[in-house]
Structure formats: structure tokens, C-alpha cells
């Protein structure tokens, strides 16, 4: 009996195969992996910038490219999307009410400003470019909020593209990473101080590390400011999603031909993934936590964002940019120019 059951087992043993994400998650923890060693080779380089472009070189390697496209496409998608949502809920750890009135009144409204400004003159802009699908609605909420994290919960409410999203994220990314060179060139003939300097760079720069890489630059006060200013930003991510969900519910409500299916894709008013960034918001306000369970969550978000970032630079398709490919360039460039130019006026007015 023994020897006629073993074939059996082991047919099934040879049969078996991983569930499908598990490859494409096991490719984005490989890049994770790769993108840290980047990170550490090249400290100026933060580790989700490497993220992104790692993922979008496994996509047009051409030994990669198969793995990309093929078995591993459902779990480079799950980490863009999944995990991305887990990352933001980890993000409000970072976020203490507390800290966010510290700044003082005149700061948050300047923010409030330099956000309402960004985020509404790159959306016209992009709609007058003609950019296609969700490009305009993500790259301006990449622009004024924060980043990639911010076009992964805005593109969760709208339904977007995952190539308009990967898009997006690489324009995003490139410039938050020139950013890291280029401002600190800037602060001494702008004539700002080391604060100054900070809130400046909080105010403008798209991601929390390209914020951290940025600001270092001008000592621990800058450093200080700069985290602060962008944290305000960050806190602005739920209402953004709110609003925008509501308005994508009401335009299901308002397409008649779409009939009962849009009715029952309607978004809900608060994703879930949302309330779980107010509730760590809410949970780090109160100082329970201990400095190293808040150092182990900005590890694990760090961890989760590169993963989600891995899976979303995979999904650029460089080839299928170059017919769009100008403008998007254009509008980053503009938007980097309005936010850095509002921003500076912003800190020059209230210090």
C-alpha cells in the first residue's frame, strides 16, 4: 500500500504550484531587497526612489520583462494596491495632532494654501494639455499632498488605470528626486534662513524621505520644520479622498446609462484604508506608544510603500509614453514650479 500510494503523493507534490500572487509578491520583495541595497550603497538615494526605478527596469529587462508581463502581473498589481493601502494606514503613525498645532495657525493655513493652490492649478493644467484618463487628478495629488502614497489612495477612489497611475508615480518620484539636489542649491540666494529653509522644503517636496534627504542639508532645526510642515500635508490625504470619493458617487448617481452597475461600484465616502490612517493618527496623538514600536511601524511602512512602489514602477510602459510623453513632462515641470513658487511665498510670509 505504501508503495503505491508514494507515486500518488508525489504526482500531487509535482502538480502543486503556488498560489498567483506569489510570484509577483516574491519579485516585489526581491526588489525591496535590491532597492534597499541601493539605498545603502547611495544614502542620498531614499530607498522608495529606488523602488520605483528598479521596478521599471525589471520591466524592460529583457530577461525580467517576461516575469513582469506574465506570472508575476497579479502580484506586482497586489502590492501596487494592497500593500500600498497598508502603508498608508502605517503613515499616520508619523502624524501627532500635537505636533501638527505646534506649527501654529498661520503655518497650517499656509499649507492649506499652498496645497488648494497646487493640487487645483495642475489638474486645469493637465485638462487644458489634454493629458488622457486620470493623469491630471493623480499627478496633482502626487504634487500637493504626498507623493506616490497619495496617488495610491486617490487612484483606489477613482478607479484608475494602472498604467495611468504607474505613470504618475515615475513623474512624481524623478522630480521629488531632483528636488533633493537642486533646493538646497537654492536656500542661500533665496536669502532663507535654516528654518525658513525647512518649512520651505516640507511645503514643496512630494515624499516624507525625499523631504528627510532635502532638508538634512541644512541641520537638525531644518530637518525639524521640514517634517512638520510635511505632516500637515500628509493629514490633508483623508479629506482629499473623501472629497473625491463623494464626487465620484455623485457622478454615478448622475450617468444614467451606467444604471444599476454604477450604483453598486460607488465608492464608499471614507475607504476603510482611510479611517485606518486617522485611527493611527489618533493612536500616536495619545503617546502610548512606546519610540520603538513607532520605529518598527516606520520600518514596516517603509517596507510596505517600496513593495507597492516595486509593483507600480512595473507597470510603466516606456514605449506607450513616448505619445504622451512631452506633456507629462511638461505638466510636472510646471506643477514643480508652482508649488516651490507658492511655497516660498507661503514661508515668506509667515516668518
Known sequence: MTLTAAPG??????GWRPPAPAYGLGLAAAGVGAAWGVHRLLPAVPLLTAAVVLGIVAAHLPGARGLVRGV???????????????GI????LKLSLND?????????????????????GTWWLGRRMGLSGDQPLLVATGYSICGASAIGAVSEVSDSDERDVATSVALVTLCGTLAIAVL?????PLGLGDEAFGRWVGASVHDVGQVVATAQTA?????????LVKLVRVALLAPLVAVLATAVRARGRANKAAGEEA???RPPLVPLFVLGFLAMTALRSTDVLSTAVLDSAATAQELLLAAALFGLGSAVHLP??????????????CAWVVIAGASYGGVLLTT
Open 9 to 14: 503523493r508525489a504526482r500531487q507534490a509535482a
Open 219 to 227: 541641520g537638525p532645526s531644518a530637518l525639524g520644520d521640514a517634517v
Open 184 to 188: 538646497p542649491l537654492l536656500q542661500h
Open 100 to 120: 501638527v498645532l505646534g506649527l501654529g495657525w498661520a503655518t497650517v493655513a499656509m499649507v492649506l494654501g499652498v496645497v488648494a493652490a497646487t493640487f487645483c
Open 320 to 333: 506607450s509614453l513616448t505619445r504622451t510623453g512631452a506633456r507629462v513632462a511638461a505638466l510636472g515641470l
Open 89 to 92: 494606514v502605517l503613515l499616520g
Open 263 to 265: 450604483e453598486r461600484r
Open 72 to 86: 508575476c502581473r497579479a502580484g506586482l498589481s497586489l502590492a501596487g494596491k494592497r500593500l500600498m493601502r497598508l
